[in-house]
Protein backbone atom coordinates (compact mmCIF):
# COMPACT_ATOMS: atom_id res chain seq x y z
CA UNK A 1 0.00 0.00 0.00
CA UNK A 2 1.35 3.62 -0.88
CA UNK A 3 1.94 5.56 2.02
CA UNK A 4 0.30 9.70 1.31
CA UNK A 5 -2.06 9.69 -2.12
CA UNK A 6 -4.73 12.09 -2.21
CA UNK A 7 -6.31 13.15 1.35
CA UNK A 8 -4.23 10.94 3.37
CA UNK A 9 -0.51 11.98 2.25
CA UNK A 10 0.96 13.34 5.26
CA UNK A 11 -0.83 12.03 8.10
CA UNK A 12 2.57 10.38 9.31
CA UNK A 13 4.28 13.62 9.42
CA UNK A 14 1.39 15.24 10.52
CA UNK A 15 0.86 13.09 13.76
CA UNK A 16 4.80 13.07 14.26
CA UNK A 17 5.01 17.27 14.52
CA UNK A 18 1.49 17.44 15.85
CA UNK A 19 0.34 19.21 12.63
CA UNK A 20 -3.55 20.22 12.69
CA UNK A 21 -3.78 19.98 8.82
CA UNK A 22 -7.61 20.42 7.27
CA UNK A 23 -8.46 18.20 4.57
CA UNK A 24 -10.61 18.21 1.61
CA UNK A 25 -13.05 15.82 3.51
CA UNK A 26 -13.06 18.89 6.05
CA UNK A 27 -15.66 20.12 3.35
CA UNK A 28 -18.28 17.80 3.51
CA UNK A 29 -18.25 17.56 7.37
CA UNK A 30 -18.17 20.77 9.29
CA UNK A 31 -20.30 24.07 9.67
CA UNK A 32 -18.04 26.33 8.03
CA UNK A 33 -18.03 24.28 4.59
CA UNK A 34 -21.92 23.54 4.51
CA UNK A 35 -21.98 27.56 5.25
CA UNK A 36 -19.81 28.28 2.36
CA UNK A 37 -21.42 25.65 -0.12
CA UNK A 38 -24.49 27.46 0.76
CA UNK A 39 -22.84 30.94 -0.21
CA UNK A 40 -21.09 29.56 -3.39
CA UNK A 41 -24.22 27.83 -4.39
CA UNK A 42 -26.39 30.78 -4.32
CA UNK A 43 -23.94 33.14 -5.94
CA UNK A 44 -23.57 30.71 -9.00
CA UNK A 45 -27.53 30.58 -9.21
CA UNK A 46 -27.55 33.88 -9.07
CA UNK A 47 -24.81 34.49 -11.91
CA UNK A 48 -26.84 32.51 -14.06
CA UNK A 49 -30.33 34.18 -13.41
CA UNK A 50 -31.85 31.64 -12.01
CA UNK A 51 -34.53 31.25 -9.64
CA UNK A 52 -34.20 28.27 -6.82
CA UNK A 53 -37.58 27.06 -8.41
CA UNK A 54 -35.28 27.12 -11.73
CA UNK A 55 -32.57 25.24 -10.26
CA UNK A 56 -34.56 22.60 -8.48
CA UNK A 57 -36.22 21.81 -11.47
CA UNK A 58 -33.30 20.83 -12.77
CA UNK A 59 -31.93 18.82 -10.34
CA UNK A 60 -35.39 17.54 -9.81
CA UNK A 61 -35.97 18.08 -6.31
CA UNK A 62 -37.98 20.68 -4.36
CA UNK A 63 -37.22 24.32 -3.99
CA UNK A 64 -37.28 24.13 -0.47
CA UNK A 65 -34.30 21.35 -0.74
CA UNK A 66 -31.99 24.07 -2.48
CA UNK A 67 -33.21 26.66 -0.32
CA UNK A 68 -32.16 24.65 2.92
CA UNK A 69 -29.23 24.27 0.90
CA UNK A 70 -28.44 27.76 0.57
CA UNK A 71 -29.17 28.56 4.02
CA UNK A 72 -26.53 26.09 5.47
CA UNK A 73 -29.07 23.97 7.09
CA UNK A 74 -27.99 20.96 4.74
CA UNK A 75 -25.42 19.82 2.01
CA UNK A 76 -26.36 17.64 -0.59
CA UNK A 77 -24.90 13.92 -1.20
CA UNK A 78 -21.93 13.26 -3.15
CA UNK A 79 -23.86 12.26 -6.32
CA UNK A 80 -26.35 15.20 -6.07
CA UNK A 81 -22.29 17.44 -5.82
CA UNK A 82 -21.62 16.48 -8.87
CA UNK A 83 -25.16 16.94 -10.20
CA UNK A 84 -25.44 20.81 -9.54
CA UNK A 85 -21.91 20.99 -11.09
CA UNK A 86 -22.20 19.86 -14.05
CA UNK A 87 -25.66 21.63 -14.10
CA UNK A 88 -24.06 24.91 -13.14
CA UNK A 89 -21.06 24.69 -15.64
CA UNK A 90 -18.71 24.61 -12.86
CA UNK A 91 -15.95 22.25 -11.35
CA UNK A 92 -17.22 20.33 -8.29
CA UNK A 93 -14.05 22.05 -6.28
CA UNK A 94 -15.96 25.16 -6.80
CA UNK A 95 -18.56 23.81 -4.79
CA UNK A 96 -16.76 22.05 -2.45
CA UNK A 97 -14.59 25.42 -1.29
CA UNK A 98 -11.32 24.23 -1.45
CA UNK A 99 -8.59 26.36 -0.69
CA UNK A 100 -6.29 28.33 -2.05
CA UNK A 101 -3.10 26.51 -1.78
CA UNK A 102 -4.01 22.54 -2.44
CA UNK A 103 -2.24 19.96 -4.00
CA UNK A 104 -2.81 19.83 -7.81
CA UNK A 105 -2.29 15.91 -8.43
CA UNK A 106 -3.77 14.34 -4.62
CA UNK A 107 -5.58 16.89 -3.58
CA UNK A 108 -4.30 17.62 -0.12
CA UNK A 109 -4.84 20.58 1.49
CA UNK A 110 -1.25 22.46 1.60
CA UNK A 111 -0.76 24.55 4.90
CA UNK A 112 3.11 25.17 5.00
CA UNK A 113 5.59 25.97 2.30
CA UNK A 114 7.71 22.73 3.71
CA UNK A 115 5.05 20.58 2.14
CA UNK A 116 5.21 22.19 -1.30
CA UNK A 117 7.65 19.91 -3.82
CA UNK A 118 10.64 20.91 -5.87
CA UNK A 119 11.55 21.46 -9.24
CA UNK A 120 14.81 20.01 -10.49
CA UNK A 121 17.21 22.90 -9.72
CA UNK A 122 15.75 22.52 -6.21
CA UNK A 123 13.50 25.44 -6.20
CA UNK A 124 9.83 25.52 -4.66
CA UNK A 125 7.25 24.20 -6.74
CA UNK A 126 3.66 25.93 -5.94
CA UNK A 127 1.48 23.41 -7.41
CA UNK A 128 2.56 20.44 -5.88
CA UNK A 129 2.75 18.35 -2.47
CA UNK A 130 6.26 16.87 -1.83
CA UNK A 131 5.02 13.47 -1.40
CA UNK A 132 3.48 13.67 -5.00
CA UNK A 133 6.20 15.48 -6.81
CA UNK A 134 9.83 16.07 -6.09
CA UNK A 135 13.13 17.64 -7.85
CA UNK A 136 10.75 18.05 -11.47
CA UNK A 137 9.53 14.73 -11.48
CA UNK A 138 6.67 12.65 -10.00
CA UNK A 139 7.37 10.26 -7.38
CA UNK A 140 4.95 7.70 -7.59
CA UNK A 141 4.27 6.44 -11.60
CA UNK A 142 0.17 5.98 -10.73
CA UNK A 143 -2.41 6.65 -12.98
CA UNK A 144 -5.96 8.30 -12.15
CA UNK A 145 -7.57 5.14 -12.03
CA UNK A 146 -4.55 3.61 -9.59
CA UNK A 147 -4.63 6.65 -7.47
CA UNK A 148 -8.37 6.04 -7.12
CA UNK A 149 -8.25 2.92 -6.31
CA UNK A 150 -5.39 3.20 -3.94
CA UNK A 151 -7.19 5.88 -1.78
CA UNK A 152 -10.64 5.20 -1.68
CA UNK A 153 -10.52 2.80 0.63
CA UNK A 154 -8.44 5.01 3.05
CA UNK A 155 -10.96 8.44 2.21
CA UNK A 156 -14.11 6.22 2.95
CA UNK A 157 -12.71 5.56 6.18
CA UNK A 158 -11.54 9.27 6.89
CA UNK A 159 -15.29 10.65 5.99
CA UNK A 160 -17.64 8.15 7.36
CA UNK A 161 -18.98 6.93 3.84
CA UNK A 162 -18.99 4.34 1.88
CA UNK A 163 -16.37 3.05 -0.30
CA UNK A 164 -18.72 3.97 -3.75
CA UNK A 165 -19.27 7.35 -2.42
CA UNK A 166 -15.58 7.84 -1.74
CA UNK A 167 -14.99 6.72 -5.32
CA UNK A 168 -17.55 8.65 -6.86
CA UNK A 169 -15.81 11.87 -4.94
CA UNK A 170 -12.61 11.36 -6.30
CA UNK A 171 -13.71 10.37 -9.68
CA UNK A 172 -15.60 13.92 -9.70
CA UNK A 173 -11.93 16.14 -7.74
CA UNK A 174 -9.51 14.51 -9.66
CA UNK A 175 -9.87 15.06 -12.94
CA UNK A 176 -10.02 18.73 -12.63
CA UNK A 177 -6.52 18.80 -11.21
CA UNK A 178 -3.84 20.06 -13.09
CA UNK A 179 -1.93 16.93 -12.82
CA UNK A 180 -5.03 14.79 -14.85
CA UNK A 181 -7.09 17.78 -17.03
CA UNK A 182 -4.85 17.55 -19.67
CA UNK A 183 -5.00 13.83 -20.40
CA UNK A 184 -8.56 14.04 -19.32
CA UNK A 185 -9.04 17.14 -21.80
CA UNK A 186 -7.66 14.91 -24.66
CA UNK A 187 -9.78 11.76 -23.85
CA UNK A 188 -13.02 13.40 -23.89
CA UNK A 189 -11.89 15.46 -27.51
CA UNK A 190 -10.55 12.51 -29.59
CA UNK A 191 -10.36 9.46 -27.15
CA UNK A 192 -13.15 7.60 -28.72
CA UNK A 193 -11.48 8.16 -32.26
CA UNK A 194 -7.76 7.27 -31.22
CA UNK A 195 -9.27 4.14 -29.81
CA UNK A 196 -10.62 3.04 -32.60
CA UNK A 197 -8.07 3.91 -35.35
CA UNK A 198 -4.87 3.02 -32.76
CA UNK A 199 -6.65 0.78 -30.10
CA UNK A 200 -6.92 1.36 -26.37
CA UNK A 201 -3.40 -0.14 -25.48
CA UNK A 202 -1.67 2.66 -27.66
CA UNK A 203 -4.14 5.34 -26.17
CA UNK A 204 -3.35 4.11 -22.92
CA UNK A 205 0.30 4.18 -23.26
CA UNK A 206 0.17 7.73 -24.57
CA UNK A 207 -1.92 9.15 -21.81
CA UNK A 208 0.44 7.20 -18.97
CA UNK A 209 3.75 9.30 -20.89
CA UNK A 210 1.96 12.52 -20.79
CA UNK A 211 1.51 11.54 -17.09
CA UNK A 212 4.78 10.49 -16.24
CA UNK A 213 6.51 14.09 -17.59
CA UNK A 214 9.04 16.07 -15.39
CA UNK A 215 7.88 19.72 -15.04
CA UNK A 216 10.49 20.37 -17.56
CA UNK A 217 9.34 17.63 -20.12
CA UNK A 218 6.42 19.29 -19.76
CA UNK A 219 7.27 22.58 -20.51
CA UNK A 220 9.19 21.81 -22.89
CA UNK A 221 6.19 19.87 -25.18
CA UNK A 222 4.37 23.00 -24.67
CA UNK A 223 7.68 25.26 -25.94
CA UNK A 224 7.34 22.90 -28.84
CA UNK A 225 4.11 23.35 -29.58
CA UNK A 226 4.10 27.14 -29.46
CA UNK A 227 7.29 26.46 -31.91
CA UNK A 228 5.39 23.99 -34.16
CA UNK A 229 2.90 26.94 -34.90
CA UNK A 230 5.51 29.66 -35.55
CA UNK A 231 7.39 27.66 -38.08
CA UNK A 232 4.34 26.98 -39.90
CA UNK A 233 3.75 30.10 -40.79
CA UNK A 234 6.87 30.67 -41.87
CA UNK A 235 6.93 27.70 -44.11
CA UNK A 236 3.27 28.67 -45.56
CA UNK A 237 5.60 32.21 -46.62
CA UNK A 238 8.24 30.10 -47.97
CA UNK A 239 5.24 28.36 -49.78
CA UNK A 240 7.12 25.02 -50.63
CA UNK A 241 6.09 21.76 -49.02
CA UNK A 242 9.02 20.28 -50.44
CA UNK A 243 11.26 23.28 -49.26
CA UNK A 244 14.11 23.62 -46.56
CA UNK A 245 11.17 26.15 -43.99
CA UNK A 246 8.59 23.23 -44.97
CA UNK A 247 11.24 20.19 -43.97
CA UNK A 248 11.96 22.13 -40.61
CA UNK A 249 8.56 22.20 -40.03
CA UNK A 250 8.04 18.07 -39.77
CA UNK A 251 11.69 17.04 -38.57
CA UNK A 252 9.76 19.86 -35.28
CA UNK A 253 6.01 18.20 -35.36
CA UNK A 254 8.17 14.75 -35.52
CA UNK A 255 9.66 15.50 -32.24
CA UNK A 256 6.52 16.64 -31.00
CA UNK A 257 4.63 13.69 -32.07
CA UNK A 258 7.66 11.23 -30.54
CA UNK A 259 6.73 12.86 -27.35
CA UNK A 260 3.40 11.55 -27.29
CA UNK A 261 4.00 8.25 -28.69
CA UNK A 262 6.83 7.42 -27.76
CA UNK A 263 9.94 6.06 -30.47
CA UNK A 264 8.81 2.58 -30.00
CA UNK A 265 5.33 3.17 -31.94
CA UNK A 266 6.46 6.07 -33.70
CA UNK A 267 6.50 5.54 -37.87
CA UNK A 268 7.22 7.71 -40.71
CA UNK A 269 3.84 6.21 -42.60
CA UNK A 270 2.02 6.61 -39.14
CA UNK A 271 2.86 10.28 -39.31
CA UNK A 272 1.79 10.60 -42.78
CA UNK A 273 -1.14 9.47 -42.29
CA UNK A 274 -1.99 11.36 -38.85
CA UNK A 275 -1.44 14.63 -40.99
CA UNK A 276 -4.18 13.55 -43.52
CA UNK A 277 -6.59 12.83 -40.62
CA UNK A 278 -6.33 16.18 -39.30
CA UNK A 279 -7.76 17.20 -42.71
CA UNK A 280 -10.73 15.33 -41.83
CA UNK A 281 -11.28 16.39 -38.53
CA UNK A 282 -12.59 19.83 -37.88
CA UNK A 283 -11.24 20.30 -34.40
CA UNK A 284 -7.63 20.20 -35.70
CA UNK A 285 -8.12 22.20 -38.86
CA UNK A 286 -9.89 24.93 -36.22
CA UNK A 287 -6.63 24.52 -34.30
CA UNK A 288 -4.10 25.10 -36.77
CA UNK A 289 -5.73 27.20 -38.89
CA UNK A 290 -7.14 29.41 -36.27
CA UNK A 291 -3.54 29.67 -34.77
CA UNK A 292 -1.04 29.52 -38.13
CA UNK A 293 -3.74 30.81 -41.13
CA UNK A 294 -5.85 29.61 -43.34
CA UNK A 295 -4.96 26.85 -45.13
CA UNK A 296 -2.68 25.82 -42.40
CA UNK A 297 -3.92 22.30 -41.89
CA UNK A 298 -3.55 21.57 -45.16
CA UNK A 299 -0.27 22.91 -45.67
CA UNK A 300 0.72 20.55 -43.29
CA UNK A 301 -0.59 17.70 -44.24
CA UNK A 302 0.93 17.82 -48.01
CA UNK A 303 4.36 18.87 -46.12
CA UNK A 304 4.37 15.69 -43.84
CA UNK A 305 3.17 13.80 -47.23
CA UNK A 306 5.82 14.81 -49.16
CA UNK A 307 8.13 14.41 -46.22
CA UNK A 308 7.91 11.13 -45.01
CA UNK A 309 6.54 9.50 -48.63
CA UNK A 310 8.12 11.74 -51.53
Known sequence: MRNGLFLDKGIVSSVQ???SRTRLTDSLGNKEAIMAFGETLAELRSELGITQED??????????????????DTTPGIDMLKLIAVTLGVPVTRLLDMPGVFCESCGMIISEESQLGSNADGSVNGDFCKWCYEKGAFTEDVTLDEMIEDCAPRLAKNMGTSLDEAVSLMGAVLPTLERWAHVRSNEERYGAEARSLYGDKAV????????????????????????????????????????????V????????????????????EAHASLGMGYLADPRFVEYYDSRAGEGATKFLADALQKYYLG
Open 17 to 19: SSL
Open 55 to 72: LARRLFVTRQAVSRWERG
Open 204 to 247: DDANKRLLDMSQLEWDTKEELEGAIIVQLKAAMEAGDVAGISAS
Open 249 to 268: LCSMHERWIRMHWGDEAYSP
